[in-house]
T-cell receptor, first 113, second 108 residues
Framework: EPEVTQTPSHQVTQMGQEVILRCVPISNHLYFYWYRQILGQKVEFLVSFYNNEISEKSEIFDDQFSVERPDGSNFTLKIRSTKLEDSAMYFC???????????FGPGTRLTVT | GQQLNQSPQSMFIQEGEDVSMNCTSSSIFNTWLWYKQDPGEGPVLLIALYKAGELTSNGRLTAQFGITRKDSFLNISASIPSDVGIYFCAGLMGQFYFGTGTSLTVIP
């Protein structure tokens, strides 16, 4: 069964450093998403991406965040200058249509020290 | 952002019992999704609902899209230990908004 994969599973970084989180969405899906989940809290939408453009973003997704589809399979989330409060699980998801069911990856746990 | 309130917040039930949980909002949503999340893992999609009043089953799970489009319900019949986890609803209004979660513990 096709699945979304994410790397790394755990990333530790120092405050102020840049991190890139990587995702390989399900191969025939065209819509990609990033979500964040702070420990013990609900899942929060960050951004959706379609046709090489951001289609929607939340207020969390400020100028320090960016997304990219560098090739035909990868989808990345870059955090330019990490802050302590960026520590969270980051989930990538994909779907084959807007508003259709989204399938999540296993997540990357980001720890900012 | 939109608030989706799930109740109950947590449940402790005996194996074999049926479970009911719901998700409510003051806003209207076009799609409802139900996910289960185990600790340290990504949410796993259980059921998707696309029309008001729709009732959909997936094995022992049944979910309904409320007629008002402001709520959704999930039922689990004959619970088993592996049903343990956190159940999230998600409603679509432009983006998906996730609920606060219901933590389910099944006592063997």
């Amino acid at each position: 069964e096709p699945e979304v994969t994410q790397t790394p599973s755990h990333q530790v970084t120092q405050m102020g450093q840049e991190v890139i989180l990587r995702c390989v969405p399900i191969s025939n899906h065209l819509y990609f998403y990033w979500y964040r989940q702070i420990l013990g809290q609900k899942v929060e939408f960050l951004v959706s991406f379609y046709n090489n453009e951001i289609s929607e973003k939340s207020e969390i997704f400020d100028d320090q965040f960016s997304v990219e589809r560098p090739d035909g399979s990868n989808f990345t989330l870059k955090i330019r200058s990490t802050k302590l409060e960026d520590s969270a699980m980051y989930f990538c998801a994909s779907s084959d249509g807007p508003g259709w069911e989204q399938y999540f990856g296993p997540g990357t746990r980001l720890t900012v020290t | 952002g939109q608030q989706l309130n799930q109740s109950p917040q947590s449940m402790f039930i005996q194996e074999g019992e049926d479970v009911s949980m719901n998700c409510t909002s003051s806003s209207i949503f076009n799609t409802w999704l139900w996910y289960k999340q185990d600790p340290g893992e990504g949410p796993v999609l259980l059921i998707a609902l696309y029309k008001a009043g729709e009732l959909t089953s997936n094995g022992r799970l049944t979910a309904q899209f409320g007629i008002t489009r402001k709520d959704s319900f999930l039922n689990i019949s004959a619970s088993i230990p592996s049903d343990v986890g956190i159940y999230f609803c998600a409603g679509l209004m432009g983006q998906f908004y996730f609920g606060t979660g219901t933590s389910l513990t099944v006592i063997p």
